[in-house]
């Protein structure tokens, strides 16, 4: 059902008067998707928060939590003989520890930017004689399209198409945020398109196990007004659950048909995240099935010792700990033409999107 602007004025109001009501002490709420972190600072939301809301970003922007280990490798893959990268834009810019995705295409790199898994299958078909590697960047959200594009290059019989997986599920990371013992995290803004696809029960946990309220949340101002209204009034209550606010979209199952192909094709694995180290069981690697796709098993790779760029503090932004605004760079000496760290690269980094619509004006710590 739309609501009218002026119905949904009055919704907007009647959540905001009731946050504010219930904002009897400091609250710290991570919204873990950088399309929220965006979208709260689009919707202008930090500004109808009262003092003791505070909100901060999390583990859930996909090129933001690959690890420079990633970015290294798939530059190693592009120096490979004969072989083209295909990769969705805003990895191209994300530091290395010596170099970039960028600086490798401007050095004569054959590295192609791509807007859906499947454009690599055509550029696969189009040059026969070169191995097209697929950077697989992504939550729950991206992976099935990626594991169907496996699929299809299965079908059509294509043995020069090869996927290099950097995908991530975003449960674990909340587990490992969570155990943390720095963690001070009172509620969870959740990820509304991976609980699309993985469904409610990977987030019960969060509730049930360590006692803090979670909301799966749309995308829409009023759908995160309304997400934090819930989670603040489940703190007041001290009884937390797992509630669903998108459900116009968020079935409990999730979608059943996209994880059956996710599950054919990937398996869980340990992988590195920026900023936290390895996750148990937060990676997708191809199963023994689809391994002949998997770029790390069939391309001789050599690359250097990876290493994070100095002084950079995306680590602790995404594990909620600071602010962008807290990092001694922040609009000094990075910022988005000249990042230093991959928070601000992508549109979806917090670092970029404070840079770009908050300027360091919300700065604390
Ligand atoms: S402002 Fe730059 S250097 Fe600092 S944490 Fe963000 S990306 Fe890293």
């Known amino acids: 059902m739309r609501l009218t602007v002026e119905e949904t004025g009055r919704a907007a109001r009647f959540f905001a008067d ?20 965006v979208a709260i600072f689009r919707a202008g939301i930090r500004q109808l928060l009262p003092p003791e809301v505070e909100l901060v970003s999390g583990p859930g922007c996909p090129v933001c939590v690959t690890p420079n280990e990633y970015i290294d ?58 191995k097209v590697v697929f950077l697989a960047v992504g939550f729950e959200t ?44 009172d509620g969870f803004l959740l990820p509304g398109h991976t609980a699309a696809i993985s469904g409610l ?57 996209a994880m059956r192909v996710l599950n054919q094709v990937y398996r869980p694995v340990d992988t590195v995240w920026r900023g936290f180290g390895v996750i148990a069981g937060s990676g997708l690697r191809l199963t023994a099935a689809y391994e002949r796709y998997d770029a790390a098993a069939a391309l001789p790779l050599v690359k250097a010792v990876s290493r994070e760029p100095a002084g950079c503090r995306c680590g602790e932004v995404l594990r909620g700990l600071i602010v962008p605004a807290g990092c001694p760079h922040f609009g000094q000496s990075c910022t988005p033409e000249h990042p230093v760290g991959a928070c601000m690269v992508s549109v979806e980094g917090a670092c970029a999107a404070w840079y770009k619509y908050g300027q360091g004006r919300w700065h604390y710590e």
Request: with cysteine.
């Open 18 to 37: 009731g946050i504010k009501r219930m904002a009897s002490r400091p609250v710290r709420i991570m919204e873990v998707c950088g399309t929220h972190t």
């Open 73 to 130: 490798t798939a530059i190693a893959c592009s120096r490979c003989p004969d072989t083209v990268i295909a990769t969705f834009g805003d990895m191209l810019r994300v530091p290395g520890s010596q170099s970039s995705l960028m600086a490798e295409k401007a050095q004569g790199a054959d590295i192609r930017i791509v807007y859906s898994p499947l454009d690599s299958l055509r550029i696969a078909r189009e040059n026969p004689g070169k």
């Open 142 to 185: 991206t992976a099935p399209t990626a594991a169907a594009t496996v699929l299809q290059a299965e079908q059509q019989g294509l043995e020069n198409f090869f996927v290099l997986s950097a995908h991530k599920l975003a449960p674990p990371a909340l587990k490992a945020i969570l155990a943390a013992p720095d963690s001070r995290i």
């Open 201 to 257: 029960a990977p987030y019960r946990f969060v509730a049930e196990e360590h006692r803090v309220p979670a909301v799966v949340t749309g995308f829409e101002a009023l759908d995160i007004l309304q997400a934090i209204y819930l989670l603040l009034k489940q703190i007041a209550a001290g009884q937390p659950v797992l509630v669903n606010q998108y459900r116009r979209v968020v079935k409990s199952a999730g979608n059943p048909a």
